[in-house]
């Protein structure tokens, strides 16, 4: 069985900040992981994924993501934050042997000017 | 850029009805998938398709269910009987592989409202 987990409903991040929205994971084998965004009548747009090879991970709109396998996590970061990154951010986990994800249920993300 | 579509963006329905969910995946895509997200929970798998048929689908999606891929563009979910717990936001989502590292590319959401 596979699961994950977004500890936080919501991330309050002021402009220019780094921020971090959490993610962990639950997979029996080696995760395929990847963050999806969701902005206001539009659907769940593909960020960024984990596959294989190094641990940081680099994506869309300036996004990365670390991979921690001793921690079971993949945290989503940005080093500097826009009021246009406010969004809704699911992280999400396949097993390799399955092409279905598993998602979190998801993090408002909310950049103050 | 190619994106997923989905009709209508919101639909309300009496208990008991059935509704019918339409989406147009992406035209070179060759799986397809049904989730739902029912408010502030976790978006659900329902079912992928892949060559006419159903491939896999969740606990969810029982009898009450369906899909079809009517022509070469749409896919559509039909809910025969619909229920109150049957409310939620709908998305359509395709990819053109089913596994491997690819990643699916997700429409905007049918919001379903069942009075």
């Known amino acids: 069985a596979q699961s994950v987990a977004q500890p936080e409903d919501q991330v309050n991040v002021a402009e220019g900040n780094p921020l971090t929205v959490k993610c962990t994971y639950s997979?029996?084998?080696?995760?395929?992981l990847f963050w999806y965004v969701q902005y206001p009548n539009r659907g769940l747009q593909f960020l960024l994924k984990y596959i294989t090879g190094d641990n940081l991970v680099k994506g869309s709109y300036g996004f990365e993501a670390e991979f921690n396998k001793s921690q079971t996590s993949f945290h989503l970061k940005k080093p500097s934050a826009l009021v246009s990154d406010s969004a809704l951010y699911f992280c999400?986990?396949?097993?390799?042997?399955?092409?279905?994800?598993?998602f979190g249920r998801g993090t408002s993300l909310i950049v103050h000017p | 850029e190619p994106e997923v579509t989905q009709t209508p963006s919101h639909q309300v329905t009496q208990m008991g009805q059935e509704v019918i969910l339409r989406c147009v995946p992406i035209s070179n895509h060759l799986y397809f998938y049904w989730y739902r997200q029912i408010l502030g929970q976790k978006v659900e798998f329902l079912v992928s398709?892949?060559?006419?048929?159903?491939?896999?689908k969740s606990e969810i999606f029982d009898d009450q269910f369906s899909v079809e891929r009517p022509d070469g563009s749409n896919f559509t979910l039909k809910i025969r009987s619909t229920k109150l717990e049957d409310s939620a936001m709908y998305f359509c989502?395709?990819?053109?592989?089913?596994?491997?590292?690819?990643?699916?590319?997700f429409g905007p959401g049918t919001r379903l409202t069942v009075l």
């Open positions: 398709f892949y060559n006419n048929e159903i491939s896999e």
């Open positions: 997979v029996s084998g080696n995760p395929y």
């Open positions: 999400a986990v396949r097993d390799r042997g399955s092409y279905i994800p598993t």
């Open positions: 989502a395709s990819s053109d592989q089913g596994q491997g590292d690819n990643e699916q590319f």
